[in-house]
């Protein structure tokens, strides 16, 4: 199985600030077809996890562009900016390039 | 609006049988493929099962594999995860949600997701 490898684990950050969330895989999300199934996912306090990221870069539909998704292979960033209230949870990357499916452990953004 | 609304979980005993439902609506369910990820109490997400939007063809993680089944009732916008032999492990909050194409056979992602219905698996 595909090993997808978050950090940090918890992240504290101020509200308008700045943070950065990796994720590796341990072997490439290349897919034959030439796609990388490389998405990022927001969990908010009892909520279920919402989409934001799909295919390493793109925005699904209502995420604010404060989100940006980036990387290659085997190692991927997800970017918020100006982080707002709303934004702390637990984040998760998902490979699906691999089956079986696999997520990251997660990263918790919670503020300072 | 998209929405799906999980039922059929609760309180069940290791070695029994469970089978969750998943009602869609705001979508042409039978134009999708669906899938079930699952969360352990305070724990990350798992894939669990994955049907195509026919019920032609299903998948399954190793975990879950020959107790498991994934299928769909399209004439009634129905998802359903049958579970046999359940063990302690399988004890989470089961979600169905939508799996979204590039094209028919491309990987997916789970663009929308339902509220969740918890199975805890005790004696």
């Known amino acids: 199985d595909v090993l997808m490898t978050q950090t940090p684990v918890s992240l504290p950050v101020s509200l308008g600030g700045q943070v950065s969330i990796s994720c590796r895989s341990s072997q490439s999300l290349v897919h034959s077809d030439g796609n990388t199934y490389l998405h990022w996912y927001l969990q908010k306090p009892g909520q279920s996890p919402q989409l934001l990221i799909y295919?390493?870069?793109n925005r699904f539909s209502g995420v604010p562009d404060r989100f940006s998704g980036s990387g290659s292979g085997t190692d991927f960033t997800l970017k918020i900016s100006r982080v707002e209230p709303e934004d702390l949870g637990v984040y998760y990357c998902?490979?699906?390039?691999?089956?079986?499916?696999?997520f990251g452990a997660g990263t918790k953004l919670e503020l300072k | 609006e998209v929405q799906l609304v999980e039922s059929g979980g609760g309180l069940v005993q290791p070695g029994r049988s469970l089978k969750l439902s998943c009602v869609a609506s705001?979508?042409?369910?039978?134009?999708?493929?669906m899938t079930w990820i699952r969360q352990a109490p305070g724990k990350g997400l798992e894939w669990v099962a994955s049907i195509t939007n026919t019920g032609g063809s299903t998948y399954y993680p190793d975990s879950v594999k020959g107790r498991f089944t994934i299928s769909r009732d399209n004439a009634k916008s129905t998802l359903y995860l049958q579970m046999n032999s359940l063990r302690s492990e399988d004890t989470a909050t089961y979600y169905c949600t939508r799996d979204r194409k590039i094209y028919y056979y491309s990987r997916g992602y789970f663009d929308y997701w339902g509220q969740g219905v918890m199975v805890t698996v005790s004696s």
């Open positions: 998902l490979q699906s390039t691999h089956f079986p499916y696999t």
């Open positions: 705001g979508f042409t369910f039978n134009n999708y493929w």
């Open positions: 295919r390493v870069s």
